[in-house]
């Protein structure tokens, strides 16, 4: 009987301690902001510095967590640098929770909308 309630215990410690072992989001979020702040970098390291703008930035536009399946947060960026130019890159971008890695898996230029109005003709 001993053996059998050491083994339960034993078991339901080992399920505390796996459960325990997840990564918490603002490590995850950080782990975001460097691979965007990487991807900016790699984005504007081989263009003249005539065509970046002022100001190089990204905005993480969405980031949405999940509790099942392969992937528990998605995240959506949008990158910022050109000069004169209505335009950014999108990249979305996925955690797979095992292996406790980001895979980006889309990456498109965009233009930016005009919010100006126009008057009717």
Known sequence: MRYILRER???LLWGIFL??????DPLIREKLDMICAS????ITADLPKTSLA?????????????SE???SI?????FYFLHKVKAKIVRKYRYLKEARLWDRY???YTLIDDTTERPHR
Do not use: Q
């Open 9 to 11: 215990t034993a078991f």
């Open 19 to 24: 459960f325990g072992c997840g990564e918490k």
């Open 39 to 42: 991807d900016l970098r790699a």
């Open 54 to 66: 002022d100001s190089m930035y990204y905005t993480v536009v969405s980031y949405k967590t999940y």
């Open 69 to 71: 399946g392969k992937y």
């Open 74 to 78: 998605m995240a959506t960026v949008d």
């Open 106 to 108: 889309f990456n498109a």
